[in-house]
């Protein structure tokens, strides 16, 4: 479980935005944290990672100063706990990619025989960094200059990821000097919505990322989404299997404010919740009900 989240806006900052998000989405992931910032206009890129909460990369991203940007709070499912665990992870390649992932590959052992037949090195025991290096090397099968680069190589991309990768992804790719790219696994495991507003569009694992929680779109299982802009958004369907979520972020992993597939996570717990004393009532009383403990703090709502 993690959470990634992402902003690009069309004029102005958005350290602030994002770390906001990233603070909603905190209870994704309290291992570690990272942001990745570039601006657009002097085409710096900034960076910083670090172990703990959110609040530990509070002064370095303070500093930054970028159009668009990505981040992740780490829960750790796979790999090492060190700092090359840490999201997101970068690659200095076509003035930079960056990558934010929530969920869990399966077939870890065949991506990386793809990679060393490739002789492509990885720093990382994170399946994340994987699927980096495997995005690169097929857009490198397409383009050698960042400027050729279209939405139907994108889509192309996308799909060769979708072939090669089995398991659960939410994914944000930022490409320093093309947009932002996001997609979702072919059966959407993992949640992921984004937000379009006036001067920017946020990416997040969850609706309680935004400012206006009701104002989202869900990104599609099997379904690629590219952002160029506040104004330019294109989607296409690669695949079209039925959606089959997990059901662990209704019960447990989500916050209760949160839609997931525009389900409300409290409603959601609420109706479980009345299905459990109707299994009880069968057997017993619930008046004769001494204690009723919320193991964990999400049961509260039962």
């Given at each position: 479980?993690?959470?990634?989240?992402?902003?690009?806006?069309?004029?102005?900052?958005?350290?602030?935005?994002?770390?906001?998000?990233?603070?909603?989405?905190?209870?994704?992931?309290?291992?570690?944290?990272?942001?990745?910032?570039?601006?657009?206009?002097?085409?710096?890129?900034?960076?910083?990672?670090?172990?703990g909460l959110l609040e530990?990369?509070?002064?370095?991203?303070?500093?930054?100063?970028?159009?668009?940007?990505?981040?992740?709070?780490?829960?750790?499912?796979?790999?090492?706990?060190?700092?090359?665990?840490?999201?997101?992870?970068?690659?200095?390649?076509?003035?930079?990619?960056?990558?934010?992932?929530?969920?869990?590959?399966?077939?870890?052992?065949?991506?990386?025989?793809?990679?060393?037949?490739?002789?492509?090195?990885?720093?990382?025991?994170?399946?994340?960094?994987?699927?980096?290096?495997?995005?690169?090397?097929?857009?490198?099968?397409?383009?050698?200059?960042?400027?050729?680069?279209?939405?139907?190589?994108?889509?192309?991309?996308?799909?060769?990821?979708?072939?090669?990768?089995?398991?659960?992804?939410?994914?944000?790719?930022?490409?320093?000097?093309?947009?932002?790219?996001?997609?979702?696994?072919?059966?959407?495991?993992?949640?992921?919505?984004?937000?379009?507003?006036?001067?920017?569009?946020?990416?997040?694992?969850?609706?309680?990322?935004?400012?206006?929680?009701?104002?989202?779109?869900?990104?599609?299982?099997?379904?690629?989404?590219?952002?160029?802009?506040?104004?330019?958004i294109y989607k296409k369907?690669?695949?079209?299997?039925?959606?089959?979520?997990?059901?662990?972020?209704?019960?447990?992993?989500?916050?209760?404010?949160?839609?997931?597939?525009?389900?409300?996570?409290?409603?959601?717990?609420?109706?479980?919740?009345?299905?459990?004393?109707?299994?009880?009532?069968?057997?017993?009383?619930?008046?004769?009900?001494?204690?009723?403990?919320?193991?964990?703090?999400?049961?509260?709502?039962?």
């Amino acid at each position: 479980m993690c959470g990634i989240g992402a902003v690009i806006h069309n004029n102005e900052n958005i350290n602030n935005l994002l770390y906001e998000m990233l603070f909603n989405l905190q209870h994704r992931g309290q291992d570690s944290s990272g942001f990745i910032v570039h601006n657009s206009s002097n085409k710096k890129t900034y960076k910083c990672r670090e172990f703990g909460l959110l609040e530990n990369n509070l002064y370095k991203i303070s500093k930054f100063k970028g159009n668009i940007g990505i981040g992740h709070v780490r829960y750790p499912t796979y790999g090492n706990i060190t700092k090359d665990e840490i999201q997101p992870f970068y690659e200095e390649v076509f003035g930079g990619i960056s990558l934010s992932h929530n969920g869990n590959i399966t077939n870890c052992n065949e991506i990386i025989d793809i990679l060393n037949k490739n002789h492509i090195n990885y720093t990382s025991t994170s399946d994340s960094q994987l699927i980096l290096k495997l995005f690169i090397l097929f857009l490198q099968r397409y383009i050698q200059d960042i400027n050729d680069i279209t939405n139907d190589i994108v889509y192309n991309v996308v799909e060769e990821i979708y072939n090669n990768c089995r398991g659960s992804y939410s994914i944000i790719i930022m490409i320093n000097n093309f947009g932002i790219i996001t997609f979702r696994d072919i059966y959407g495991i993992r949640p992921l919505v984004y937000s379009r507003e006036n001067d920017y569009v946020a990416i997040a694992s969850e609706t309680i990322g935004f400012i206006n929680d009701s104002n989202y779109t869900n990104v599609k299982n099997g379904e690629v989404v590219i952002i160029k802009d506040a104004n330019t958004i294109y989607k296409k369907q690669i695949y079209n299997y039925p959606l089959t979520p997990c059901l662990f972020e209704y019960i447990y992993l989500a916050r209760p404010e949160s839609y997931i597939n525009d389900i409300l996570v409290y409603e959601y717990r609420e109706k479980i919740a009345e299905q459990i004393v109707n299994m009880i009532n069968k057997n017993i009383d619930v008046k004769d009900i001494d204690y009723i403990i919320p193991v964990p703090q999400t049961g509260i709502i039962c």
